[in-house]
């Protein structure tokens, strides 16, 4: 496999065709993506600018790659700080991982069960932080510091209780982090707010040509799928 600066590379070379270097940040997701692969590239289109038509703004994919390989740098030096701690522990006998794991050892699986997996049945439910600023803060929190509001993206108003159909479970408002699982200890589906086509979003439906939202797509979804990352 190529690795993710050969891709951001093609991202970069304005040689190659624009559907060409739009792959190319595809396979960068696919290697590094903070909310999960749909909702990262979601994020991507929105704090990127990414317009449905990739001619009206080829520049926006080097801007939204160039955010990824941000967080990505962060991460990967975070990741290192990990391993040689973990080194040290082992050979002082402490073998153990510590719980909970760090947040980028999660598992596909515990992606979708976990706290985030809102992000994974509805890509348009992540964090408005960019992704730099979200690695930050969950490097900040596994560090042991005391960050206030929710884990994932701050926001400090009350959370907004779901149904599971037998129970309840908490979400935060800004990005549907569950603080929770629910109490039968079992995953359960979270709906999105609408119905989406994952093909729609890929194809950038949900954005205009001059780089914001579409105001209209699609009929009743609410405003937060379109909403502009924090700065």
Not at 19 to 47: E, I, K, M
Not at 70 to 75: D, Q
Not at 100 to 107: A, E, T
Request: proline fraction near 10%; glycine fraction near 8%.
């Amino acid at each position: 496999m190529t690795s993710f600066l050969t891709h951001r590379a093609r991202v970069h070379d304005v040689r190659l065709p624009l559907h060409r270097r739009h792959s190319a940040l595809r396979t960068c997701v696919t290697l590094f993506a903070p909310y999960g692969f749909r909702a990262t590239y979601h994020h991507l289109t929105l704090s990127a600018g990414i317009p449905r038509r990739l001619e009206a703004d080829p520049d926006a994919l080097v801007r939204a790659v160039e955010e990824l390989h941000e967080a990505r740098v962060l991460w990967l030096a975070r990741a290192e700080e990990y391993v040689v701690q973990r080194r040290a522990e082992k050979r002082a006998g402490r073998r153990a991982v510590p719980n909970p794991r760090p947040w980028w050892l999660r598992s596909w699986w515990a992606g979708w069960a976990g706290p985030e997996r809102a992000w994974y049945e509805d890509p348009c439910r992540h964090p408005s932080l960019r992704l730099p600023e979200y690695v930050r803060r969950r490097n900040a929190l596994l560090d042991g510091a005391d960050l206030p509001g929710c884990p994932a993206c701050g926001n400090e108003g009350l959370p907004t209780s779901v149904s599971t159909g037998h129970s309840w479970v908490e979400l935060c408002q800004g990005c549907a982090w569950a603080a929770a699982p629910c109490p039968c200890g079992q995953r359960h589906r979270l709906l999105p707010e609408t119905p989406y086509g994952w093909d729609e979003i890929w194809q950038r439906a949900h954005m205009s040509d001059d780089g914001l939202p579409h105001p209209h797509w699609p009929e009743g979804r609410s405003a937060g799928c379109g909403r502009r990352p924090a700065s």
